[in-house]
Structures are given as C-alpha cells and as structure tokens.
T-cell receptor, first 111, second 113 residues
Framework: QKEVEQDPGPLSVPEGAIVSLNCTYS??????FMWYRQYSRKGPELLMY????GNKEDGRFTAQVDKSSKYISLFIRDSQPSDSATYLC???????????FGKGTSLLVTP | EPEVTQTPSHQVTQMGQEVILRCVPI?????FYWYRQILGQKVEFLVS????????KSEIFDDQFSVERPDGSNFTLKIRSTKLEDSAMYFC???????????FGPGTRLTVL
C-alpha cells in the first residue's frame, strides 16, 4: 500500500470555479501536512503548511486535515488560469523529517 | 525574497562518470535536503543533513551518493558512478529549523547517457 495517494487528474475547471484537491495516506504517524505547487520542470513551491488536524486559510487557499480519516484537502476559490499547475501534497512524521509526496494532481483552469 | 539556488540547471553525463550537483540554501537555514523526481513520478526523499552530518537517508541513497557542506554556503550532492536510472530532476531544499517548512530550489536536471 502506497503511503500517500493522490489522483493524478488531469482536472480541468473553468475560471472562477472552486477547486478541490485531495490526498489520502496510510501512515498514522504523519503529523505535518503541506501543499506544494509545481509548474512544469520547476521546483515545488510551498503553498500551505499545517500541523495535525484542522483548517488553515491563506487568501484563496484553504487546507483541511482530517487525521481520523487520513485525508487532506486543498481548496482553491475563484480559480485563475495562473493556478494551472501540478499540486503536490506532502507529509511527514515529524518536523524536519523527510517529506513523503503524493504523485501530484495536474490542474488546468481555462479562461 | 530569499530562495534556494541550484547549479547547474542541466547536467549531461556519461554512464559511470561522477557528477556533483550544487545548492546554495537560504541563508541562516540549518537543515538541508536532497530529493529527486524521475520524469512522470513523484518527488522522492534522498537525504537530510544537519550540523554537518546526515540525519536521515532513504534506501535510494546508497554508497554511490554522498553529501557535503564544504563551506558556509554550499551544499553538494555527489554521485560517484552514474547509472542510466539516475536520470532525474534533483531538488535541494532547506528549512530554518526543526519546526519549519522546507523550501525547494529550482532543480538540476541530470541526464545520464
């Protein structure tokens, strides 16, 4: 069983839509959860960083963590064409530890 | 805004040759990491480094790999004898402390022929 599962998509939405991206995981030791955005052939760019369960909001982005279900989500409100990228979830058992990545979901926001 | 930098952006080498990938982490960061991403696959952890020693490494990081912080700014990954399957994007990351986020560099594309 893979530690981190993420639907690769692609996911295509019209501009202005609300986007929901999700990951599931199997390792109950994971406590730190992150979302990165990656443009083609570039490095991952950190979007959201959360610890344990709960919600965190930053501008148009909201991250949710449900540790009881081993499920994390990223919501993007008022999506823009510039949001078109691959979104990677990542998690670790401890801060400073290795990150375990999902395979990434490819998102296309069409004008 | 401070950022992680990596050189070169693209390295082409022959199988069996040694390569050194270079990274300059964000100033004042204390934790350093190398990850790789084979084309079409997920980002995979290789090694973490703190206080001039390896703190964690994955199964991928075998005896062919080594890391070094030769001075106060650079952090390097050496692959002693490259294989075809080492072809990948290699990302360096750094974090300020044990409770901080990891910031990634733009990557070095390694092509082994």
């Amino acid at each position: 069983q893979k530690e981190v599962e993420q639907d690769p998509g692609p996911l295509s939405v019209p501009e202005g839509a609300i986007v929901s991206l999700n990951c599931t995981y199997s390792n109950s030791a994971f406590q730190y959860f992150m979302w990165y955005r990656q443009y083609s052939r570039k490095g991952p760019e950190l979007l959201m960083y959360t610890y344990s369960s709960g919600n965190k909001e930053d501008g148009r982005f909201t991250a949710q963590v449900d540790k009881s279900s081993k499920y994390i989500s990223l919501f993007i409100r008022d999506s823009q064409p510039s949001d078109s990228a691959t979104y990677l979830c990542a998690m670790s058992a401890g801060s400073g530890y290795a990150l375990n990545f999902g395979k990434g979901t490819s998102l296309l926001v069409t004008p | 805004e401070p950022e992680v930098t990596q050189t070169p952006s693209h390295q082409v080498t022959q199988m069996g040759q040694e390569v050194i990938l270079r990274c300059v982490p964000i100033s004042n960061h204390l934790y350093f990491y190398w990850y790789r991403q084979i084309l079409g696959q997920k980002v995979e952890f290789l090694v973490s480094f703190y206080n001039n020693e390896i703190s964690e490494k994955s199964e991928i990081f075998d005896d062919q790999f080594s890391v070094e912080r030769p001075d106060g700014s650079n952090f390097t990954l050496k692959i002693r004898s490259t294989k075809l399957e080492d072809s990948a994007m290699y990302f360096c990351a750094s974090s300020a402390g044990i409770h901080n986020e990891q910031f990634f560099g733009p990557g070095t594309r390694l092509t082994v022929l």
